[in-house]
């Protein structure tokens, strides 16, 4: 599974123009840009250990690119009739839980190990960027974790209240979900 380095470049290239956007407009969004290059260029680098496909490599670009666009900011004004934020995890945990779901198919595994693991392995990073946010919001002013938290926080004071980190984990499962429900008819498709 070669995957052409198309998309890559496609990616740096809307990720600079992002880059330069924030630059000029002073959002807070270069941290966010330069950070997903690398991890587009590290999923690149492993993509055969990985076993991402084009498919799966791209909706991964397309879940980053859908966060970096907050330097417009969407996070604050949403251009859809429901919250930007709601967008970006379910869109996100959908790739990543379909990327998941991709890496597991190859490991033997029965069809409802797979599921639960890759929808386990979903919710488990879900959560651990939700808890990450909040802790970004708890420390907004620590300088050493605010250089760290780059790409998951956003540059909003929303607040991290009970009901918005809970809708934010029903985006998550609703995105690992509809991954799931996705990869599974790829695999029959594919078999």
């Known amino acids: 599974m070669r995957i052409s380095k198309v998309p890559f470049i496609i990616f740096c ?9 924030a630059y000029l407009n ?3 969004w270069i941290f966010d840009q330069i950070l997903g290059i690398i991890i587009m260029l590290i999923f ?25 666009a907050g330097t417009f900011g ?9 919250q930007y934020d709601h967008l970006t995890h379910g869109f996100g945990l959908f790739a ?12 033997n595994l029965n069809t409802m190990e797979l599921i639960l693991i890759s ?19 708890l420390y907004r002013n620590n300088l050493l974790f605010n250089l760290l938290s780059g790409l998951i926080l956003d540059k909003t004071d ?10 934010d984990l029903l985006y998550n499962f609703l995105g ?3 991954a799931i429900v996705v990869g599974e008819i790829r695999f029959y498709f594919k078999a």
């Open 119 to 137: 929808l386990l392995i979903g919710l488990g990073f879900g959560a651990f960027l939700e808890i990450y946010e909040f802790l970004g919001h």
């Open 176 to 178: 690992c979900l509809i």
């Open 44 to 68: 690149l680098k492993f993509s055969r250990q990985l076993k991402l496909n084009t498919f799966t490599y791209v909706l991964l670009g397309i879940a980053l690119l859908i966060h970096h």
């Open 96 to 107: 990543f839980t379909l990327a998941t779901l991709n890496f597991l198919y190859y490991k």
């Open 158 to 167: 929303q607040g991290r209240e009970y009901a918005n980190s809970m809708i």
């Open 74 to 82: 969407y996070y604050d004004i949403s251009p859809l009739p429901f």
């Open 26 to 28: 002073n959002t807070g």
């Open 13 to 21: 290239i809307i990720s600079i123009l992002f880059g330069i956007h």
